[in-house]
């Protein structure tokens, strides 16, 4: 059984930076990609943030494209989100997803907060 777990969140003021991490256990898979979403308070869809693919191609919301990077290491089986610049509209529950396939699954963490104000 797949296994997600973040880390990194917590309080930060504007202009600040934060890293989240991601540890993944479980199954292997032929094809996957990994993904950040956040979710804002008072809205019930979470927001695609980050995507990285087994091949290493990466793409990024607009709202976070330039302040946000998102990496992988495959030896110890992370995904990580640094998070630079932070805004006040970037506050939200961050969540950690892995699609795949052969087998097929959708894979969610428990999201970690986020919250940036003065």
């Known amino acids: 059984q797949v296994q997600l777990v973040e880390s990194g969140g917590g309080l930060v003021q504007p202009g600040g930076s934060l890293r989240l991490s991601c540890a993944a256990s479980?199954?292997?898979?032929?094809?996957?990609?990994m993904n950040w979403y956040r979710q804002e308070p008072g809205k019930q869809r979470r927001e695609l943030v980050a995507i990285i693919t087994k091949g290493g191609d990466i793409n990024y919301a607009s709202s976070v494209k330039g302040r946000f990077t998102i990496s992988r290491d495959n030896a110890k089986n992370t995904m990580s989100l640094e998070m630079n610049s932070l805004k006040p509209e970037d506050t939200a529950v961050y969540y950690c997803?892995?699609?795949?396939?052969?087998?097929?699954?959708?894979?969610w963490g428990q999201g970690t907060q986020v919250t940036v104000s003065s």
């Open positions: 479980g199954s292997s898979f032929s094809t996957y990609v």
């Open positions: 997803n892995l699609k795949t396939w052969g087998p097929a699954g959708d894979y």
